[in-house]
């Protein structure tokens, strides 16, 4: 098993700046893509920003400029800085792990875990 652990977020005024942070505790090995997702009540959760094993980030256009997502494979960590924060940003932010293992008896398994969220606050 995988478990997730968010810190950071807060309250802060429009055009500033926090970072989050996601550490990844136990099974790390089978930790494959990891990221952020962000939902606000009422809508769908969206994709904010994912980055591979090999670094590579994947952005949603709306935070495109804004927002840097960074890993640690050797402390499974991801880090997400936001800046130039807006109020459209406002949200609880979920870290996410996409995990890849094998059961004891051979059989393959594909498990996205979830962090308990964190919320962000933008004021005007």
């Known amino acids: 098993q995988v478990e997730l652990v968010e810190s950071g977020g807060g309250l802060v005024q429009a055009g500033g700046s926090l970072r989050l942070s996601c550490a990844g505790s136990?099974?790390?090995?089978?930790?494959?893509?990891m990221g952020w997702y962000r939902q606000v009540p009422g809508k769908e959760r969206e994709m904010v920003a994912v980055?591979?094993?090999?670094?590579?980030?994947n952005y949603a256009d709306s935070v495109k400029g804004r927002f840097t997502i960074s890993r640690d494979n050797t402390k499974s960590t991801v880090h997400l800085q936001m800046s130039s924060l807006k109020p459209d940003d406002t949200a609880v932010y979920y870290c996410v792990a996409d995990l890849f293992y094998y059961t004891d008896s051979g059989e393959p398994v594909v498990h996205r875990k979830w962090g308990q969220g964190a919320q962000v606050t933008v004021s005007s």
């Open positions: 136990g099974r790390v090995s089978s930790i494959n893509d």
């Open positions: 980055v591979n094993k090999g670094g590579v980030p």
